[in-house]
């Protein structure tokens, strides 16, 4: 299954960032080892470059509804990432994120979170947008309370969050 292409280069714009999926070339850049003066001195994160990496395995992750940098609208500077691991199970998206360290704290993560969920519940076959989280991570915990998502279930050590359009939430 592809990811829908129309609106594959489209940016998720909220108050403080902007979404933009990612290229070959900065997944090259991150892998490399290079530096772009539009990204924070702390970008990229351990999280991002194994992201980078997986991208010709998986070449949908840099689709439509894939994974995405996250940009400081008032720097321009990439402070982290975040993406939908395509393709949907079932109607499910599984949803991941990272704010390098000196950008932590300001609320972008929730802020990120919410608008890429909003943004993969209106693709195609898809209903619901999950997350595993570890509760021996608490502010992950609260970046997707505070996104809307609600934990359904939780399994040893993982609690399990999700959102989902209305007729699908089954509580």
């Given at each position: 299954m592809s990811s829908p292409s129309a609106p594959a280069h489209?940016?998720?714009?909220?108050?403080?960032?902007?979404?933009?999926?990612?290229?070959?070339?900065?997944?090259?850049?991150?892998?490399?080892?290079?530096?772009?003066?539009?990204?924070?001195?702390?970008?990229?994160?351990?999280?991002?470059?194994?992201?980078?990496?997986?991208?010709?395995?998986?070449?949908?992750?840099?689709?439509?509804?894939?994974?995405?940098?996250?940009?400081?609208?008032?720097?321009?500077?990439v402070v982290g990432s975040i993406g939908l691991f395509w393709p949907p199970k079932d109607g499910v998206l599984e949803i991941g994120y990272g704010i390098v360290a000196s950008r932590r704290g300001r609320g972008y993560a929730p802020e990120a979170t919410q608008a890429l969920a909003e943004f993969a519940l209106t693709a195609p076959d898809v209903h619901t947008v999950s997350a595993d989280v570890e509760l021996s991570n608490p502010a992950s915990v609260r970046v997707l309370e505070k996104a809307g998502f609600h934990r359904w279930t939780t399994a040893g050590t993982i609690a399990r969050f999700r959102i989902a359009l209305p007729n699908h939430d089954r509580r």
């Amino acid at each position: 299954m592809s990811s829908p292409s129309a609106p594959a280069h489209t940016d998720v714009v909220t108050a403080r960032l902007v979404l933009r999926s990612w290229t070959k070339s900065a997944a090259t850049a991150v892998l490399g080892g290079a530096r772009s003066p539009h990204w924070a001195d702390d970008f990229p994160a351990e999280g991002d470059r194994v992201i980078a990496g997986l991208f010709t395995q998986y070449p949908d992750w840099l689709g439509a509804y894939g994974h995405r940098l996250i940009i400081e609208r008032d720097s321009g500077l990439v402070v982290g990432s975040i993406g939908l691991f395509w393709p949907p199970k079932d109607g499910v998206l599984e949803i991941g994120y990272g704010i390098v360290a000196s950008r932590r704290g300001r609320g972008y993560a929730p802020e990120a979170t919410q608008a890429l969920a909003e943004f993969a519940l209106t693709a195609p076959d898809v209903h619901t947008v999950s997350a595993d989280v570890e509760l021996s991570n608490p502010a992950s915990v609260r970046v997707l309370e505070k996104a809307g998502f609600h934990r359904w279930t939780t399994a040893g050590t993982i609690a399990r969050f999700r959102i989902a359009l209305p007729n699908h939430d089954r509580r």
